[in-house]
């Protein structure tokens, strides 16, 4: 099944994300449980990961390293990991998270501007009806 998600950042554009649970059904379907929820961005190269997230599952059928635009939950942190593109630890032309990510979905708008301003940010994470 797919889910539309948007993450609302104050004064930027909505990030828009689609949810398909063929990769990580169990973890895709808790992080739809727990919507809506709000978190911290942090920024490391050009991912976009959250603080904690209320989402608690395991590694399932996690991988690393990652595809361009991929939304992932990083099962170690508890986190919302969004890649826009290269790690600080990835090869040259790889994207690789800190440890392997439970693969939730796709960027939908996938402007690498909006890294600029969301470091540091609050942001609230809801499903787009």
Same mark, same amino acid.
């Given at each position: 099944?797919?889910?539309?998600?948007?993450?609302?950042?104050?004064?930027?554009?909505?990030?828009?994300?689609?949810?398909?649970?063929?990769?990580?059904?169990?973890?895709?379907?808790?992080?739809?449980?727990?919507?809506?929820?709000?978190?911290?961005?942090?920024v490391w190269g050009d991912e976009i990961y959250t603080s904690e997230s209320p989402i608690s599952q395991p590694?399932?059928?996690? %991988? #690393? $390293?990652?595809?361009?635009?991929? &939304?992932?939950?990083?099962?170690?942190?508890?986190?919302?990991? !969004?890649?826009?593109?290269?790690?600080?630890?990835?090869?040259?032309?790889?994207?690789?998270?800190?440890?392997?990510?439970?693969?939730?979905?796709?960027? %939908? #708008? $996938?402007?690498?501007?909006?890294? &600029?301003?969301?470091?540091?940010?609050?942001?609230?994470?809801? !499903?787009?009806?």
């Amino acid at each position: 099944m797919k889910y539309t998600v948007q993450i609302k950042i104050p004064n930027t554009t909505p990030i828009i994300l689609e949810l398909d649970d063929a990769n990580s059904p169990k973890t895709v379907n808790d992080f739809v449980k727990q919507l809506p929820f709000s978190v911290d961005l942090n920024v490391w190269g050009d991912e976009i990961y959250t603080s904690e997230s209320p989402i608690s599952q395991p590694e399932e059928n996690a %991988i #690393s $390293p990652v595809q361009l635009n991929d &939304v992932a939950y990083w099962p170690t942190g508890k986190a919302i990991c !969004l890649f826009y593109g290269p790690t600080p630890i990835g090869k040259s032309g790889e994207i690789t998270p800190a440890s392997p990510v439970n693969i939730l979905g796709k960027i %939908i #708008s $996938p402007d690498k501007t909006i890294l &600029v301003n969301s470091d540091g940010k609050h942001a609230t994470f809801s !499903l787009q009806s």
